[in-house]
C-alpha cells in the first residue's frame, strides 16, 4: 500500500471535506468518482494514501483542480476568497465509500 511512504500525520491533513453538490452527486453516478476538498499543496500520490487509509478502500486514480478564487467587493472594498484545490477520485470497481456510515 502506498500510506507506508507518506507520514500518517501529514495523511490525515490531506483531505479537508467531501464536496457534496450537485455536480459532484452527477459525477459520482456517471463516472463512479469521489469529490473531495484538499489542501493546495497535496500531491496525487498523497491524496490517493490519504483515501486509502481513511476509508479502507482501493484507488484507481486521482484527478486534481487547481480553482481560482472568485474577486468579491463589500463596498468600495475589492477582495479575492481563497484559492482551492478540489481531487476526483476514482475507486476500483467494487469499491465503495459511504458517508453517511462513516459518519455515525
Not at 479537508?16 to 500531491?43: C, G, H, N, W, Y
Not at 482501493?58 to 477582495?79: A, D, H, I, L, P
Not at 476568497?81 to 476526483?88: D, E, F, G, M, V
Amino acid at each position: 500500500m502506498s500510506a507506508i511512504k507518506h507520514s500518517e500525520e501529514r495523511l490525515m491533513k490531506v483531505l479537508l471535506a467531501p464536496v457534496i453538490s450537485e455536480k459532484a452527486t452527477m459525477v459520482a453516478e456517471q463516472r463512479e468518482q469521489i469529490m473531495f476538498k484538499v489542501l493546495p499543496d497535496a500531491t496525487k500520490p498523497e491524496i490517493k494514501a490519504a483515501v486509502e487509509l481513511l476509508f479502507k478502500v482501493e484507488v484507481e486514480s486521482v484527478q486534481t483542480v487547481n480553482r481560482e478564487g472568485k474577486v468579491k467587493r463589500s463596498g468600495r472594498f475589492v477582495g479575492r476568497r481563497n484559492h482551492t484545490k478540489r481531487a476526483y477520485v476514482c475507486l476500483k470497481p467494487g469499491q465503495e465509500i459511504n458517508f453517511v456510515e462513516e459518519a455515525k
